[in-house]
Each structure stands twice: as C-alpha cells, then as structure tokens.
C-alpha cells in the first residue's frame, strides 16, 4: 500500500441528500469518513426549484435543503472533499476497498455509494446535436430561456409532469408528449396538469425526430397507434424540447462488485447491504419503490448505521 493511502473507517462517494444523510449519520457513530463529492454538493435535487413534500421544510428548494444537510454534516466536523472516483477496488485476501480518486486514494475498511442516477435520453434522431441548443433536461436550468415560447416535454411520469407544470410559469404553451394512453404520475399531478390552461396533453405520442440550422426548427412526432408521423415547423430557436424519461443508475464503479437488476440498478437488502460485505449503496442508485429526497436521506442514514454496526462503532446517541 503506497505512503501516499490514506486509511479510513468509511468513504462516501456522492454527495446528494443520500450521501450527506450518510456523512452526517457518519459523524454520529463517530467514524473516520470522508465523503467525495465530483461536481456540487447536494447533487442534482440542487437542480429543483420547488420541493414541498419534504417533512418540515415545506416551500423550499434543492439549494437551500441540501444547503443545511452540508451545513450540518460540517458542523459534526465532516470530512468532505470535491473529488472524481476513479475505481473501487476489493482488497484481495482480506476485508476493505480501496477507492481511487484523481487527488487521492483511500484504502477503507467501508464503502457507501450514493452516486444517484442521470437523465436517460430518448432516443430520437437529433437529440445529441441539439442537446443544449433546444434540447434540455433540465426544466430548472433553462426554463427561463423560453419565456414566451412553445416547448415540448417528453415523459408521463412524477418528473416530466412536475417539471412540465413548473415550465408553465415560463413558456406560453406546453405539449407534453406521453407515449401511452395515460400518465404515470401522482392523481394529484396529473389533475393539476389537466386544469392548467397552458398544457396540452398529447397521449399515445412519440417523438422521432427534431431538427433545424443552429437551432430547432421542426419536430416530428408518431401517432402510436397508427404509426402515422407528421412534422410541426416553427421558426428557428422558437421552440424547445425538454426531456423527461427516466435516469440510468450511476453504477459503474461497483460493476462486478454488486448484484444488478434488469435496469442496472444495485439490489440491496434493507440494511442498505450489497453482495458485497462492507459495501453499501443509498439513494437513486439502489432498486426501489420510491426515488424520492426523503428516501435518498432515509437510505444515507441506514447506510451508515449498518456500516457503523458492522465496524462494531453503533451509533451514538
């Protein structure tokens, strides 16, 4: 083992409301962590404008939530550092991982990944070309930038129903394109979806095909029942396409490690255990019911508890 290791109880990698949930239960039991984090802590909730089903923090957004869980784990006297995660790997011959990051490598008894998950594509012909210059998945980011104008949201699930009603505060219609005969999303949702007078509800619809010069220019979309398509032009840059189907897990660094279920997501006991001992996953990146900012904290909290317990460091107090 190089001198330049360093040794720890645990490493948490990803620093969302599961990863820091995590640190904070972490401090807790009073172990030697450090949670790495590679892009901005609090993850992609940071993204969310409007959270209103977080137990006691109505009104809020991902900002300022995730804001107080870091505030919070720093005040424990959490070690938390911006760094990419390279590799995990298990120690041959006896128990713990070693966990190479681009600044440092760590050799630790634990690992807990809360990785989260990313926004799936859709697949139609033009989404990468004009992924950024009217394709978007992220309704917070660039909402403001089609104040006044048409957009189009794909997906008929919680997120694409909720950020489609939150684009409605900017855009002057949105379409939102659901390729089965209902949506998925929360009564609740859908009902506010109904009665918003901005939203047309398109069902049995795909999108195949977006295209333009610089800018979108023209979309095509399938009747998924008659497989009929049609293409609807509007002038260049007028138009935006927000994308909304799903995310894929942000597994890569425990593959072959874990068990995996058909979408790639990590299977998990409810201990939060892999098949893997001393190897943990919370948050978007495990199978479960329900992927929600609470669950994500609710799964940090267990993940580190169950690390404690298996270092023999329960929880304190």
């Known amino acids: 083992m190089s001198d330049s290791t360093s040794k720890k109880d645990l490493v948490i990698i990803g620093g969302g409301p599961a990863g820091l949930s995590a640190t904070i239960y972490a401090q807790r039991s009073l172990l030697d962590a450090v949670t790495l984090e590679r892009e901005a802590l609090g993850g992609q909730v940071i993204l969310t404008s409007e959270i209103d089903n977080y137990p006691g923090m109505p009104h809020t957004d991902g900002f300022s939530l995730t804001d107080a869980m870091h505030n919070q784990a720093l005040d424990l006297g959490a070690h938390i550092e911006m760094d990419v995660v390279e590799s995990i790997e298990r120690l041959d011959g006896s128990e713990g991982f070693i966990v190479r990051a681009m600044g440092s490598t760590y050799a630790s008894k634990t690992v807990i990944l809360a990785a989260g998950a990313q926004p799936r594509k859709a697949g139609f012909e033009g989404e990468d070309r004009f992924s950024g210059r009217g394709v978007s998945y992220c309704a917070t980011c660039d909402g403001m930038f089609y104040r006044g104008k048409q957009v189009f949201v794909i997906g008929g699930g919680n997120s694409a129903a909720e950020e489609a009603l939150f684009l409605t505060r900017f855009a002057s219609k949105v379409v939102l394109i659901v390729r089965k005969d209902h949506l998925r999303a929360q009564a609740a949702i859908a009902e506010e979806l109904e009665r918003n007078e901005k939203v047309e509800i398109r069902y049995l619809t795909s999108v195949t095909a977006v295209d333009g010069e610089e800018l979108l220019g023209s979309i095509t979309l399938r009747n998924n029942e008659t497989g009929e398509l049609h293409t609807e032009s509007y002038p260049e ?28 997501y990590v299977l998990t006991n409810d201990r939060m255990e892999t098949s893997t001992p001393g190897l943990y996953v919370a948050g978007d990146a495990r199978s479960k019911p329900l992927r929600q900012i609470i669950t994500a904290a609710s799964d940090g909290a267990i993940a580190a508890t169950s690390a404690a317990s298996y270092l023999g460091r329960p929880l304190e107090g």
Do not use: A
């Not at 927000?242 to 425990?254: D, S, Y």
């Open 237 to 264: 840059g007028s138009f935006g396409v927000f994308v909304f189907v799903g995310r894929n897990p942000e597994t890569q660094l425990v593959q072959g490690l874990v068990e995996t279920d058909e979408n790639g």
